[in-house]
């Protein structure tokens, strides 16, 4: 079963959940940007792994994810996450 993971960090104060849909975890980010708490988040999707290599269930990413930015007049921006810089 997918779920899917949200971050929205923002200064003195993050916020991040998990949603059992992509419309629940873009609204929560949608409320997150819109009220000023954050300027960026992060939506992914995931799968709830248990077993090996250890018996505590974690969240194992699996698809897709978007990153949410606000722009200049308030509209929020979905875009594939920047690629991590070469070393």
Same mark, same amino acid.
């Given at each position: 079963?997918?779920? @899917?993971?949200?971050? +929205? #960090?923002?200064? !003195?104060?993050?916020?991040? !959940?998990? &949603? %059992?849909? *992509? %419309? !629940?975890? =873009? *609204? +929560?980010?949608?409320?997150?940007?819109? &009220? /000023?708490? $954050? +300027?960026? $988040?992060?939506? =992914?999707? $995931?799968?709830?792994? %248990?077993?090996?290599? /250890?018996?505590?269930?974690?969240? *194992?990413?699996? /698809?897709? &994810? @978007?990153?949410?930015?606000? %722009?200049?007049? !308030?509209?929020?921006? @979905?875009? #594939?996450?920047? +690629?991590?810089?070469? &070393?």
């Amino acid at each position: 079963m997918s779920l @899917w993971l949200w971050d +929205a #960090p923002g200064p !003195g104060r993050s916020a991040r !959940g998990v &949603s %059992t849909d *992509q %419309t !629940g975890a =873009q *609204q +929560a980010v949608r409320d997150c940007l819109a &009220s /000023g708490q $954050a +300027a960026t $988040a992060l939506v =992914q999707e $995931a799968e709830l792994v %248990t077993g090996s290599p /250890g018996l505590t269930p974690r969240y *194992q990413r699996i /698809g897709g &994810s @978007w990153e949410a930015r606000r %722009t200049g007049n !308030g509209a929020i921006r @979905w875009l #594939p996450p920047a +690629a991590p810089a070469a &070393s």
